[in-house]
């Protein structure tokens, strides 16, 4: 069984580009063992990730996740069995909040900033699905 979950948290401190790398160079390899794909967000001070695979090992993956010393205030804001993957071929896309156009921001926030924290989780996996369409996810991390 496929399910999808979405969650965000805030960084200890600034993020850090040597933390990013660290981070996804973790899941890039960690992930295809496990089946589990999916995208992160960040910018200085928040993740937003959807991640998607099996039900034991995504949340497996999010429990490691909420355990992890460099975020805090983990919150899952949705998760859902599905019955296709959205990023099947990426261990782990990538995008920046701070090169997000305005105008897609204000889909789906009360604001031009998104606060993940502030808004319902299909807003996050919409606008997700947005930057997906739009080739704002960096797909480097295909497996």
């Given amino acids: 069984m496929l399910v999808r979950l979405t969650y965000v948290s805030r960084a200890v401190g600034v993020v850090t580009q040597p ?13 295809p063992a496990n089946g ?18 099996g039900r034991k090992e995504v949340s497996e993956t ?7 010393p460099r975020h805090n205030d983990v919150q899952l ?3 859902e069995e599905v019955t296709e993957r959205k990023f099947a071929g990426w261990s782990m896309g990538k995008v920046s909040f701070d ?3 305005l105008a897609i921001l204000l889909k789906y926030s009360a604001k031009s900033v998104l606060d993940p924290y502030a808004v319902p989780g299909a807003s996050s996996i919409a606008l997700l699905d947005e930057l997906m369409a739009t080739a704002s996810v960096a797909s480097n991390g295909t497996t």
């Fill in 77 to 79: 804001l949705h998760m």
């Fill in 62 to 68: 999010y429990n490691r996740i909420a355990r992890d």
């Fill in 99 to 101: 090169r997000i156009n």
């Fill in 19 to 31: 933390m990013m790398d660290s981070i996804l160079n973790t899941s890039r390899k960690n992930n």
């Fill in 36 to 53: 589990v794909t999916g995208v992160l967000c960040t910018n200085n001070y928040i993740f937003l990730q959807l991640l998607e695979g």
